[in-house]
Each structure stands twice: as structure tokens, then as C-alpha cells.
């Protein structure tokens, strides 16, 4: 007698054996660095891969194969805690490629780093990089500081070293590769130096400056340029806008933070008529009366300048009235920014005249001045006409509460009246 038994495994099921595509599938996944295989596939299957790959893939592989946003914000999110992608227009692969390049230049050490690492990136970055925002510029590692420095005071440490070796990575190779570079925010320093702070880690020299200065040039398509705290000096704002001089995109201009006086102004003041300059900030320097004289005549004559900052300099009456007296005649600037300038009533006079006069003002910023209550009293009287001015800071200005408030009035129902009127714009064209 024979027995015949069958033995199985209750829980199996047919689901269990994966399909024939599934198993094809995850060969491509595991094998993607070497054999990528992606526009051959249909589109639910390039979905399951691309939901499947490795973000730690070489960019050699990925960047100009993998255009899916969905990667790229997997990416991105891997790598950076706060991830906003509306200053990157809405790309997460432009955001994934501006925020790795710009973390290479930071980190880079001129002599140290090997320069392909840089120079390498550009035939994969360079159609989605638009914006750099470099905040920091390590020097050359100095090997023998410290037995130098044994000797010498505090003082001298500071500036005991040659310029010559201490300068930075050269922009020119990288940034004039990129084609569609519109900006480029720049801050020449070391962050987060801590105890080891010395006045030569934010040394940005002549050479820095020259090779920057030369790199912009060639940078047809820049719109904005940002060079903020990095002790640009008068002579350096001269080289900078020999090279900046009839650049066919340039809007916006910020220098703000520096050590720009009056001989720098005045270069500026040529580079206002000599470019379509929308936008200038140069916030916080020294400059001084005969440099916001030279702003002036270049706004008198001007006719793109829509935006002037020059908050945090000492340009004082001299200058404010100068500046009065161009925008009697300037019809393009709507904002401009003197607070903490040393101002008083003469400059209050003269802006009377400009608020009876200017319809194209907008915004005006006395704030941390001293006015005084007459100077006040002229503004309110300026103000009695005036329908176009909607942004008036007069904080700190010691023009009075009760004429501060009068003003704020004005200013209010103009700035309603802007509201009001940009609505039934809106609605007209709807209709």
C-alpha cells in the first residue's frame, strides 16, 4: 500500500512570485550608475523608478538625465532643512543645483581644494544655475601663522600678512560659463570664525576685485549684482564700474556695507547715466556731501533710477539739498532712503519744494534725523497737494507727534486712493 501526501505552505499565493516587469524594474534601480536606462521605459514605469532611485546617485549620472521635479525635491529635502523652492522659480532641480554650487564655493580653500571640483560641475549645472548666493570666501591656509605671529602684537596680526597670498577663489572661469546667470549675491568673509577671528579672513584685495570686476563684465545676462560687506573701498568701486559701464542688463546695484566714500560715490554717479541702473543701495558707507553731490547731478539727468538707498552715511545738509534740488527736475525715482544722513531743517526745506513739485515720489525715509519741528511743519505744507507719495518714515526725525501723525494721515489716504484706484484697473480689464 502506497501513501500519497501533499505538502504546502498555506500562506503561499500566486502574489507572492513577483512579476516578470517587477523583478526588470528593480535590475534597473540597482544597476542605474552604471547602466541608466529611463526614456525607454514607459511612463509608469519611469515613475516607479524615479520613486525608487537613490538621491546619493553621482550627478554625472543624474543631472542632465533626470529632469522629474519629484527627484529633485526628494533631493533637496535630503539635504537642506528648509527648502523654499519660490526664490528658485518653483524648481526643485534649479534650487538642488544653485544651493550645491554655492555650498562648493564656500568651502572652497584657493591652493587646497582642487579646482575641477568646481570646474567640473559646470556642463551639469550650467542650464539651470540663474542665481549664486555666496556668503563666504575662505582664504589660503596660512601653514606658519601661528610661529609668525608669536612675536607680534594684536594689531599686527591683523595685518601683518602679505595681501598677495591671502587672495580668493577666482570667480572669472565659473561665472562666465554660465549662461543664464541673472545674479550674484557675494560677501568676501568667513562665517562662523568664532575664537579664531582675524581681521586678514575678510580681506577681499585688488586682485579679488579685479578678477570679480573682469568676470562681471563678460556676465551679458546679469541683472543684479550684490557685493555687501567686503570693505569695498573707493578705489575699488572705481574698478568695479570701469567694468560695469554700459552693461546691457545690469537693474540693480547693491554695495551697501562698505567703505565707499566720496571718490567711489562719484564713479557711481557715472555709472548711473552709463547703464540702465533701476535699483542702487549704498547702505551704510562714508560717504559724504561731496559724493551725494555727485549722485545728485547724475539723478538730475537721469532716467531709469527708480530706487536710491543711501541710509547710514554722512551726507548732511550739503548733500541732502543737493539731492532735493535733482529730484525738482528727476521724474523716474520713486524711492529714496536717507535715514541716519545727519539731515536737518535746511534739507526739510528743500524737500517741501519736491513734495509740492515731484509726482513721481513714492517713498521717502527721513527716519533718525534731525528735522526738528519747523522742518516738520515745511514737509506737512509740502504734503497739502501731494497725491502720489504713500511710504513717509519720519520715525525718530524729531519732527513732532502731532505733525508726524498729520503726515501719517496724508500719507494714508494717498496710499488708499493707489489701492482703490489699482482695483478698478483691475476690474476694467477683466470687463
Not at 150 to 162: L, M, P, Q
Not at 334 to 354: D, R
Request: hydrophobic share 35%; glycine share 4%; charged share 25%.
Amino acid at each position: 500500500y502506497y501513501t500519497h501526501r501533499v505538502i504546502e505552505d498555506p500562506e503561499w499565493t500566486l502574489a507572492t512570485v513577483p512579476h516578470l516587469t517587477e523583478l526588470c524594474l528593480q535590475h534597473i534601480v540597482h544597476n542605474f550608475e552604471k547602466n541608466p536606462i529611463l526614456d525607454r521605459l514607459l511612463p509608469e514605469h519611469q515613475r516607479k523608478v524615479l520613486d525608487r532611485l537613490s538621491t546619493g546617485l553621482p550627478l554625472t549620472v543624474t543631472a542632465n538625465l533626470i529632469s522629474d521635479e519629484d527627484y529633485w525635491k526628494r533631493c533637496c529635502a535630503e539635504r537642506w532643512q528648509v527648502c523654499d523652492i519660490s526664490s528658485y522659480g518653483d524648481s526643485w532641480k534649479r534650487m538642488f543645483f544653485e544651493r550645491h554650487l554655492e555650498n562648493i564655493l564656500k568651502c572652497f580653500i584657493p591652493n587646497t581644494t582642487d579646482p575641477k571640483e568646481v570646474l567640473g560641475l559646470i556642463p551639469l549645472c550650467k542650464d539651470y544655475v540663474r542665481k549664486l548666493e555666496v556668503d563666504q570666501f575662505l582664504p589660503p591656509v596660512q601653514v606658519d601663522q601661528k610661529e609668525e605671529r608669536d612675536d607680534v602684537s594684536d594689531t599686527g596680526s591683523d595685518f601683518g600678512f602679505s595681501e598677495v597670498s591671502m587672495h580668493h577663489y577666482n570667480l572669472g572661469d565659473l561665472i562666465t560659463a554660465l549662461p543664464h546667470l541673472e545674479e550674484l549675491h557675494l560677501t568676501y568673509g568667513v562665517k562662523d570664525c568664532g575664537m579664531n577671528f582675524e581681521w586678514n579672513l575678510f580681506n577681499f584685495t585688488h586682485q579679488d576685485c579685479f578678477n570679480l570686476a573682469v568676470a562681471v563684465k563678460m556676465c551679458h545676462n546679469l541683472k543684479v549684482f550684490k557685493l555687501t560687506r567686503s570693505k569695498v573701498d573707493d578705489d575699488k568701486t572705481r574698478l568695479l564700474v570701469r567694468n560695469l559701464l554700459d552693461h546691457p542688463c545690469l537693474v540693480e546695484l547693491n554695495l551697501s556695507h562698505n567703505l565707499i566714500r566720496d571718490k567711489g560715490a562719484q564713479a557711481v554717479g557715472k555709472l548711473i547715466n552709463r547703464s540702465r541702473l533701476e535699483t542702487l543701495d549704498l547702505c551704510n558707507n562714508q560717504i559724504h556731501h561731496l559724493g551725494a553731490q555727485a549722485l545728485a547731478q547724475a539723478l538730475a539727468e537721469n532716467s531709469t533710477l527708480t530706487s536710491l538707498n543711501l541710509r547710514l552715511n554722512c551726507v548732511e545738509d550739503k548733500g541732502g539739498e543737493a539731492i532735493g534740488r535733482a529730484l525738482l527736475t528727476n521724474t523716474t525715482l520713486k524711492s529714496i532712503h536717507l535715514g541716519s544722513n545727519n539731515l536737518s531743517e535746511p534739507t526739510a526745506t528743500l524737500f517741501s519744494q519736491v513734495l509740492a513739485q515731484n509726482t513721481t515720489l513714492m517713498s521717502i525715509n527721513f527716519s533718525c534725523n534731525h528735522l526738528g519741528l519747523d522742518g516738520g511743519k515745511q514737509l506737512l505744507d509740502g504734503l497739502a497737494d501731494n497725491k502720489a507719495l504713500t511710504e513717509f518714515d519720519l520715525r525718530l526725525a524729531e519732527v513732532g507727534q502731532e505733525t508726524e501723525y498729520l503726515i501719517h494721515q496724508i500719507v494714508w489716504a494717498n496710499r488708499e486712493a493707489a489701492r482703490l484706484g489699482s482695483l478698478q484697473q483691475s476690474s476694467a480689464k477683466l470687463l
